[in-house]
C-alpha cells in the first residue's frame, strides 16, 4: 500500500503497523515521523515533560540476561543511595519545577526494602506539599505492596513488558521460576486495578525478535489499556550473556546499531499514530546509539523527557549498558543539557507541571 494511504487510515492492522515499523528510506521515515509530530501536536501539544530519575540502588534479586545490574554481574559494585541524599535530590528536583520523579532500583522484594520504599514515599510527599508527582520503577511486586506504594503516595508505576513475545521473554530471562512473562502481565494488570497511571515498554532491536513482534508490543499496550510508555533500543552489555552472544555473532557493529537505533525512531512514531493519546519518552538508550537520539525522539512523536538526578558517584554503577550517556554529568549539566534539546526541536518544557497521560483521564474523568 502506497505510504501516504498507510500514514492516514483510519485503523492500522498488525500486517500495516509491521510495513510501517520496517521503514529504512531516509524520506519515508521523514514521513512517517511529520505524520507522528502532527498526532503528538493534536493530542498533546508541543510540550514536554521531564521526570528526574533517581537511580537509587543497583542491587537486584533478578538476573535478566540482558542487563548490567543483573545479580550475577560480578563487575557491578552494589550501592545504596542514602536516604537523606534521596531526599536531598528529591528537594532538588521539585525546586528545578521538574513536576515529577521516578524512583528507580533493581529489583527486591523483602520487607525491609517493602518498607523502605514506603517511608520514602510519605516522606517525598511532604515536598512541595504532595505537589511533586511521583513514579515508582522497582519491579514485579505482590498486588499488597504495589497497593501500600499507592498509598503512600506513588501514582504512576513503569513495569516494561520488555517484550509481548512469551517465548522471546523465556529467552531473554533465566528459567529458574522466577522471570515469568505471565507474572510480568498480572503484574501491569494488578497496577491497573490499583488505579496507578500505568506505563509498560519494550527493548527493540532484541536478537531474534521480528518487525511483527514489536506491532504485536503496539497491540499488547492497546489491548492493556496502557497510559504511558517508556522503550527503547536494546544496547550491548559486554559482561551479559546476551550481551556476549550479540557480540560473537557481529550484532554490535556500527551498521547493526544503527538498524537499532532506526527501529527505535521508528516504534515511537508508530506507536504515536496508533495509540495517539498515552504519554511516551524519548529515552536515555536512544542517545546511547546516537548523540541526537532524544531530540530525534521527540521529533518522532515522544513527549516525555527523563533527566538523570541520580547523584554523580553513583552513575558509573549503574551501567545498564555499554556507552550510557550522562554518566559523567552533574544533575546540573543533565537540567541544562536537556533544556536546550527540547528549544532546539521547538518544543518547549512544561515545568511544575506534571504533565500526566492524557489517555489515563479518558478513562479515569476527573471529578
Ligand atoms: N529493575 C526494574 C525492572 O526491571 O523493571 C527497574 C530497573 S531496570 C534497569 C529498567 C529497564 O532497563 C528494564 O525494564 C530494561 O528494559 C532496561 N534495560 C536493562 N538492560 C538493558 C539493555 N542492555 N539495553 C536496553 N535497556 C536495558
Ligand atoms: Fe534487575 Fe531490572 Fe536489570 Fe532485570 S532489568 S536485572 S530486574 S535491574
Redesign the pocket.
Known sequence: MELDVLLHKEELTREDLAALLGLTDPKDRQKLYQAAYAVKLKYIGNVDHYRGLLEFS?R?????R??????DNMEAVRFDTPREEILEMAQWAYEQRYGSLTLQ???RQDPEFIDYVEGLLREIKKIGKGTLGITLCV??QTEATYRRWFEAGAHRYLLRIETSNPMLYARLHPRDGHHEWTVRRDCLKALKRIGYQVGTGDMIGLPGQTLEDLADDILFYREMGIDMIGMGPYVVHHNTPIGKEVMAAGGDCPEARQRRFILGLNMIAVTRLFLKDVNIASTTALQALNPLGRELGLLAGANILMPIVTLPRFRPQYL?YDGKPCVEDTPDQCKNCLASRVASVGDRVGFGEWGDSPHYFASHPKE
Open positions: 543497583n537486584c534479586i533478578k538476573n535478566c540482558y542487563c548490567g545490574i543483573r545479580r532500583s533493581g529489583e519491579g514485579e545498564l
